[in-house]
């Protein structure tokens, strides 16, 4: 007698009006549209002339199975165009094979990334079946020519940067066959794209590097003395060393096969924290006390001393991926990292509540930076994180601006003649969008010029400026 294994039955669909990142300013937008010359409020700078594009998490179809932000959900890139005082808007998903797939079926297919679900063959194809949803809705980067679509340790997407048409995955020439992070660092000075990834086997960890060609000059390289497999966010890059933050969230396969979490928060073995030198030579490690980091404002080398200056977001711990019962607070945080002594000085910069997404400007990268802004909460914030919150580093002073909408990551935007900070954000009661321009000199002061999108953009993750060539 013969058995054969039951086809797993499809997830059901999840709650959506009752899911906090599936509705609300975090609902998906499935209109793709391209409209020119939107409404703005005030008037963009004259000096001010290139693109805002960001990424974030949209599921094509109603989700079904489960949901967990920002683990799952399909890519869509939008590019805000800013240009002769006038706005223009594109929007696009980036088509894998899942959204092609799921397109022409006209439902979701493929589950949450933590319920293990997989499509059967019958449903979808020898290939794509016991696949999981790609992923590239991270963050977005432009480097050599090439516009990607970034995952968090997957291949990335390539873009075409006029119509924002999905090209495909990007291997870097079969170079990196197991993907990137999502939050590579661009060396301003030399042009490199400097790379990580983790791995749930042996190494672990590596690191490589693009030249400014695009070509690789550093295939994926082990950071040895990695013994257990960790999620990693974020790095940090100066001109000598490549610096990662081992936090102790470590990934326990076998946990989640047998009905566990996929992440294991275990504070008992601290944050090691790598000093990779760039030049290949041995890795400096220093040992502190456990945290979490999603991200990284910009770190640099000290010029009067052999340490390492890195300034960055810490959480008490990762949030929902750790059953803790108090609740993960954050804040702005300076460290100095001495590698031949090995030790870690933490200073408090500020940064409200709740603080997010560090930006500097990304021609400092790897180079001492004169501000930061980041996301937060006020006193007067009603919902979310509704501030923008600015550091400068020259005076130590911290001012905020409260936009009273869900805002987004800042991005900072070079003019010609001054500079710009500028975010996304969303009126949670009508849910209408805008785009705020803030001058670099006085943010707090409030937007130069507000545009209105023509359509709602959710909620969502990273994003870059391309200045006009
Ligand atoms: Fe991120």
Same mark, same amino acid.
């Given at each position: 007698?013969?058995?054969?294994?039951?086809?797993?039955?499809?997830?059901?669909?999840?709650?959506?009006?009752?899911?906090?990142?599936?509705?609300?300013?975090?609902?998906?937008?499935?209109?793709?549209?391209?409209?020119?010359?939107?409404?703005?409020? @005030?008037?963009?700078?004259?000096?001010?002339? @290139?693109?805002?594009?960001?990424?974030?998490?949209?599921?094509?179809?109603?989700?079904?199975?489960?949901?967990?932000?920002?683990?799952?959900?399909?890519?869509?890139?939008?590019?805000?165009?800013?240009?002769?005082?006038?706005?223009?808007?594109?929007?696009?998903? +980036?088509?894998?094979?899942?959204?092609?797939?799921?397109?022409?079926?006209?439902?979701?297919?493929?589950?949450?990334?933590?319920?293990?679900?997989?499509?059967?063959?019958?449903?979808?194809?020898?290939?794509?079946?016991?696949?999981?949803?790609?992923?590239?809705?991270?963050?977005?980067?432009?480097?050599?020519?090439?516009?990607?679509?970034?995952?968090?340790?997957?291949?990335?997407?390539?873009?075409? !940067?006029?119509?924002?048409?999905?090209?495909?995955?990007?291997?870097?020439?079969?170079?990196?066959?197991?993907?990137?992070?999502?939050?590579?660092?661009?060396?301003?000075?030399?042009?490199?794209?400097?790379?990580?990834?983790?791995?749930?086997?042996?190494?672990?960890? =590596?690191?490589?590097?693009?030249?400014?060609?695009?070509?690789?000059?550093?295939?994926?390289?082990? +950071?040895?003395?990695?013994?257990?497999?960790?999620?990693?966010?974020?790095?940090?890059?100066?001109?000598?060393? +490549?610096?990662?933050?081992? !936090?102790?969230?470590?990934?326990?396969?076998?946990?989640?096969?047998?009905?566990?979490?996929?992440?294991?928060?275990?504070?008992?073995?601290?944050? &090691?924290?790598?000093?990779?030198?760039?030049?290949?030579?041995?890795? &400096?490690?220093?040992?502190?006390?456990?945290?979490?980091?999603?991200?990284?404002?910009?770190?640099?080398?000290?010029?009067?001393?052999?340490?390492?200056?890195?300034?960055?977001?810490?959480?008490?711990?990762?949030?929902?991926?750790?059953?803790?019962?108090?609740?993960? =607070?954050?804040?702005?945080?300076?460290?100095?990292?001495?590698?031949? &002594?090995?030790?870690?000085?933490?200073?408090?910069?500020?940064? @409200?509540?709740?603080?997010?997404?560090? &930006?500097?400007?990304?021609?400092?990268?790897?180079?001492?930076?004169?501000?930061?802004?980041?996301?937060?909460?006020?006193?007067?914030?009603?919902?979310?994180?509704?501030?923008?919150?600015?550091?400068?580093?020259?005076?130590?002073?911290?001012?905020?601006?409260?936009?009273? +909408?869900?805002?987004?990551?800042?991005?900072?935007?070079?003019?010609?003649?001054?500079?710009?900070?500028?975010?996304?954000?969303?009126?949670?009661?009508?849910?209408?969008?805008?785009?705020?321009?803030?001058?670099?000199?006085?943010?707090?002061?409030?937007?130069?010029?507000?545009?209105?999108?023509?359509?709602?953009?959710?909620?969502?993750?990273?994003?870059?400026?391309?200045?006009?060539?």
């Amino acid at each position: 007698m013969t058995t054969t294994s039951p086809t797993p039955a499809r997830p059901a669909p999840i709650d959506m009006a009752h899911h906090a990142h599936l509705s609300g300013v975090f609902a998906p937008q499935r209109d793709e549209v391209d409209i020119d010359d939107l409404d703005i409020v @005030g008037e963009l700078p004259a000096d001010l002339t @290139g693109a805002y594009l960001r990424n974030g998490p949209n599921p094509r179809f109603d989700p079904i199975g489960s949901y967990v932000y920002p683990l799952d959900g399909d890519a869509m890139v939008h590019r805000l165009q800013l240009g002769d005082g006038k706005a223009h808007y594109r929007n696009r998903f +980036v088509r894998t094979p899942m959204v092609v797939a799921e397109e022409a079926a006209g439902h979701a297919i493929w589950s949450g990334l933590t319920d293990g679900y997989t499509p059967p063959a019958a449903e979808v194809g020898p290939d794509l079946a016991g696949t999981f949803r790609q992923l590239p809705d991270i963050n977005i980067v432009s480097h050599a020519g090439r516009l990607l679509a970034m995952a968090e340790s997957d291949q990335p997407y390539r873009i075409d !940067c006029t119509d924002l048409a999905t090209i495909g995955r990007e291997s870097f020439g079969g170079a990196m066959p197991a993907g990137t992070t999502a939050h590579p660092k661009i060396d301003p000075t030399t042009g490199e794209l400097v790379i990580f990834n983790y791995v749930f086997e042996a190494p672990y960890l =590596t690191w490589s590097v693009l030249g400014s060609d695009g070509l690789v000059r550093r295939p994926p390289t082990p +950071v040895d003395g990695v013994d257990v497999p960790l999620m990693i966010h974020d790095m940090a890059l100066t001109s000598r060393y +490549v610096v990662l933050f081992l !936090c102790p969230l470590v990934f326990d396969i076998e946990g989640m096969v047998s009905g566990g979490g996929l992440l294991q928060w275990q504070p008992d073995r601290g944050t &090691r924290i790598a000093l990779v030198p760039r030049d290949g030579g041995a890795i &400096r490690w220093i040992d502190s006390v456990p945290m979490w980091v999603w991200h990284f404002a910009n770190a640099f080398d000290n010029p009067d001393a052999d340490s390492v200056t890195v300034d960055y977001v810490e959480w008490t711990y990762p949030g929902a991926f750790a059953r803790e019962s108090a609740p993960a =607070t954050s804040a702005l945080v300076r460290a100095v990292l001495d590698p031949v &002594r090995g030790t870690i000085t933490r200073t408090t910069l500020g940064g @409200g509540a709740d603080v997010e997404f560090p &930006r500097v400007d990304d021609r400092m990268l790897t180079r001492p930076h004169s501000r930061i802004a980041t996301v937060g909460r006020s006193d007067g914030d009603v919902g979310g994180r509704e501030s923008l919150w600015f550091h400068d580093l020259g005076t130590g002073s911290e001012t905020c601006w409260r936009s009273d +909408v869900a805002i987004g990551e800042p991005i900072y935007m070079p003019g010609a003649d001054q500079d710009y900070w500028g975010a996304f954000g969303t009126d949670p009661a009508d849910l209408t969008s805008y785009f705020y321009v803030l001058a670099a000199d006085d943010p707090a002061a409030g937007p130069l010029a507000t545009v209105r999108m023509p359509i709602r953009v959710p909620a969502g993750l990273h994003g870059t400026w391309l200045p006009a060539q």
